[in-house]
């Protein structure tokens, strides 16, 4: 029973290690590069929202998708990447300027489209990027 155990709790231990690391199948993270003089904030929308914004308003999660001019930041998910493309073909990234997002109602920015880039990326364009987004 003691060596069951202890092999059980080895095999979760593998299991779950192995699952949270970049290898040639299954990436957990983007890089978005921010290469204007400008702030901006990011945000990734399922496919199946053609052309719309969603209700996510990235200026209330702490910051976590601002990128300040120059800059660049990971986009981490809990799970492979490559699985979002399971009951789709793209992904969607929408690029805002971060003064304007601060400064304007998130209702403003919906009803008005005002963002600076939307890109529509498929599996094959992101491992051709290298896992990599650039803006400007």
């Known amino acids: ?5 202890f092999f059980l709790v080895g095999i979760i231990f593998v299991s779950n290690t192995c699952s ?6 299954c990436h957990t993270s ?3 590069f921010n290469n204007s003089d400008k702030a901006i904030y990011f945000h ?3 496919a199946y929202s053609d052309t719309l914004i969603l209700d996510f308003n990235p200026t209330e999660a702490n910051k976590d998708f601002k990128i300040e001019k120059f ?3 990971k986009d981490i998910f809990r799970s492979c990447i490559e699985g979002k493309f399971y009951n789709s073909s793209e992904i969607r990234y929408f690029i805002y ?10 209702d403003t920015i ?3 489209y005002m963002i600076l880039k939307r890109f529509d ?4 364009d992101l491992q051709k990027m290298n896992w990599t987004i650039s803006y400007l």
């Open 30 to 32: 983007i890089t978005i």
């Open 71 to 73: 800059s660049s930041k």
């Open 121 to 124: 990326l498929s599996l094959e």
């Open 110 to 112: 919906v009803n008005n």
């Open 44 to 46: 990734i929308s399922p």
């Open 1 to 5: 029973m003691k060596y069951l155990t």
């Open 20 to 25: 949270n690391k970049n290898d040639k199948d």
């Open 97 to 106: 300027d971060a003064q304007i997002l601060d400064s304007t109602p998130w």
